[in-house]
């Protein structure tokens, strides 16, 4: 890879890390802190988002008759969400131990905690443990496939790949033979 490309992967990183400090903040100025894993918010914050749940009832009531008739459309895809979860956690418990590869940890994509938050009705809770679940689900999927195609085929494609996965940095420029068979040499030896 050109340095330059590193050079701008390092800037991404850095910038990542200045993310992560700025969220940390935002979690102070929110009065909440962690402990033991766990989110806890200030006696009064509890109570002032309290105040700010709207009850079921005014929570369907407003809802457009499309977003009813709509629901049970999106909760039916919970079917072939946790099918893929079964599917994708089977096949890197059988496949990844044979090939040395990594496994991922599925806790540290499927993050389901804010149907903790007191300002949201049990409806809500439900759509963000749903949301919660698929979008942590198409992460840990994401990184699951990435580690595959890194040990299989780690060969950047010659159009420009719009969000690529993390992994995606390290693979060899499309048409580099040689930086290609000698990579595949260092990744079957791990």
């Not at 890879?1 to 390092?10: E, F, L, R, V």
């Not at 809770?125 to 990435?146: D, F, P, Q, S, W």
Request: glycine share 4%; net charge positive; charged share 30%.
């Amino acid at each position: 890879m050109n340095t330059q490309i590193k050079a701008i992967y390092q800037k991404i990183k850095d910038l990542e890390e200045d993310l992560e400090k700025e969220i940390n903040l935002a979690a102070e100025k929110l009065q909440y802190h962690f402990r033991e894993n766990k989110v806890f918010f200030e006696q009064s914050i509890i109570e002032y988002h309290r105040k700010l749940k709207k009850t079921f009832f005014r929570y369907v009531i407003e809802a457009s008759p499309y977003v009813v008739l709509t629901a049970p459309v999106i909760y039916a895809m919970i079917v072939p969400l946790v099918f893929i979860d079964i599917c994708v956690t089977l096949y890197q418990a059988i496949c990844f131990p044979v090939y040395g590869i990594k496994k991922v940890p599925r806790s540290d994509f499927i993050v389901v905690d804010r149907h903790h938050l007191e300002y949201l009705n049990f409806y809500e809770k439900i759509n963000c443990v749903y949301c919660g679940y698929g979008t942590g689900l198409a992460g840990y999927l994401r990184e699951i496939v990435a580690r595959t195609e890194k040990y299989w085929c780690p060969i950047k494609h010659a159009h420009r790949v719009k969000h690529p996965h993390a992994l995606y940095q390290d693979f060899e420029e499309y048409g580099d033979a040689e930086g290609y068979r000698k990579l595949m040499k260092e990744l079957k030896k791990k």
